[in-house]
């Protein structure tokens, strides 16, 4: 498909165009808002505007992708993942083997991800402690798509928008719109502070703007089903209230506001490193913790050393 110049819903855009720049003026995501509230240098170095942009993968993201394809649905999963039909027999793969497949990967003819056996059963687990779970027992047997794109221009910087629900509804009026999380908690208060510290709020509102002005119908809401990935693999179903849906759209439009102003600096003339500046941009003196602080009112109020604790001293000394 061409590049995106209007506002809609697109079923047919795949994960690494919805990654890159599928639109006519440049995009960002969630992710990308997410790293540039961090730090603005950290979202160019994996930016797709970057010609010389760092790609990162690590045991845990791939394995929280796996599942997260594998929960929306298994030929999806397919389309991305396999086991090495070696591992499948608990045989060495051999050298020959990975080879043939790397060979395939650089040929652009094998896209797949090589997955552990061992992995793709605590998947499979996963998935069956959510059908089980009463609360998300039918979170994606409803009538709907997964991975559907939404693209829209923000009027006041320009900038496309884009945000990717895991699953919406066939009437996202009546139903709620769905992602899905797996975490290594989700204990409420520590999963209620991931919640806010991952922009899982940010997430949540860019979906509900970006339904309303895409379809011109506000969403019901967004429902997160979130899921531990050891066992007894805990699931439950959580939403963001009204007010909480309002904070995510404050702290994703200043991350956007940032945004456009570094892509003004380098439309100026500056280069990366000074159009994505670091955490600071001058020196500064270093911040006090707040634990040395309170260490240091309690120093203060220890008692001033005794005649008793004197005498001990000298005994010492003298030894």
Not at 76 to 93: C, D, G, I, Q
Not at 110 to 139: C, F, G, H, N, Y
Not at 221 to 227: E, Y
């Amino acid at each position: 498909m061409g590049k995106i110049a209007t506002a809609g819903l697109f079923l047919d855009l795949d994960i690494d165009s919805y990654h890159g720049e599928p639109t006519v003026g440049v995009s960002i995501s969630k992710s990308g808002l997410a790293k540039l509230t961090d730090c603005p240098a950290k979202y160019w170095a994996e930016s797709p505007l970057n010609p010389n942009r760092v790609t990162r993968k690590t045991a845990a993201l791939e394995f929280g992708k796996a599942a997260h394809a594998w929960v929306l649905g298994e030929p999806e999963f397919a389309r991305f993942w396999f086991v090495s039909p070696y591992e499948k027999h608990n045989e060495n793969p051999g050298k020959k083997w990975w080879d043939a497949w790397k060979a395939k990967v650089a040929a652009g003819t094998e896209s797949r991800t090589v997955i552990k056996s061992k992995d793709l059963d605590d998947i499979r687990a996963m998935a069956d402690a959510i059908k089980r779970t009463p609360q998300t027992a039918r979170a994606f047997d409803t009538k709907g798509a997964a991975e559907v794109s939404i693209v829209w221009q923000d009027e006041d910087t320009g900038i496309y928008l884009k945000s990717r629900p895991d699953f919406l509804p066939a009437d996202h009026t009546t139903q709620f719109t769905r992602e899905y999380k797996s975490a290594v908690s989700i204990e409420p208060r520590r999963l209620s502070n991931d919640a806010f510290r991952y922009f899982y709020d940010a997430q949540a509102a860019l979906a509900y703007d970006g339904l309303r002005i895409a379809t011109g119908k506000a969403p019901l809401g967004i429902a997160h089903i979130v899921q531990e990935k050891e066992p007894p693999y805990l699931c439950d179903l959580k939403m963001f209230a009204p007010e909480q849906i309002d904070i995510g759209r404050t702290r994703y439009r200043h991350a956007l506001r940032i945004f456009a102003r570094c892509l003004a600096r380098m439309k100026a003339g500056d280069p990366p490193h000074i159009a994505f500046p670091g955490y600071t941009t001058e020196p500064q003196f270093f911040s006090t913790p707040k634990w040395v602080t309170d260490n240091l009112m309690e120093m203060d109020d220890e008692p001033a050393s005794s005649g008793r604790a004197d005498e001990y001293g000298s005994i010492l000394a003298a030894l």
